[in-house]
């Protein structure tokens, strides 16, 4: 079955960095789009950044600049590199891959940007 890992939160000042990773398994990696969404504490959950299949990525407008997604095909593991975080980018963080219509999420990781 599809199954998404995401690892690599916690606390972190602000100004900080953070790489989150999410190692997926049951699917064909390669051929997949990838996606990090977060949600905030009584906010929706929102899409932060995406990678397709062939590499190309797109961001919220939000963290343009400070993150970036990867990933590496042979390993079935995506990235999300965050750099100079604020406190209102604290959430848990997401990891989604939709298959046919239908959304797969990981567990979720916390990152608590914090003076």
């Known amino acids: 079955q599809v199954q998404l890992v995401e690892s690599g939160g916690g606390l972190v000042q602000p100004g900080g960095s953070l790489r989150l990773s999410c190692a997926a398994s049951?699917?064909?990696?390669?051929?997949?789009?990838m996606d990090w969404y977060r949600q905030a504490p009584g906010k929706q959950r929102e899409l932060v950044a995406l990678?397709?299949?062939?590499?190309?990525?797109n961001y919220a407008d939000s963290v343009k600049g400070r993150f970036t997604i990867s990933r590496d095909n042979a390993k079935n593991t995506v990235y999300l590199q965050m750099n100079s975080l604020k406190p209102e980018n604290t959430a848990v963080y997401y990891c989604?891959?939709?298959?046919?219509?239908?959304?797969?999420w990981g567990q979720g990781t916390q990152v608590t940007v914090s003076s």
């Open positions: 990678i397709t299949s062939g590499g190309s990525t």
């Open positions: 989604n891959v939709r298959l046919r219509l239908r959304d797969f």
């Open positions: 049951g699917i064909i990696f390669s051929l997949n789009n």
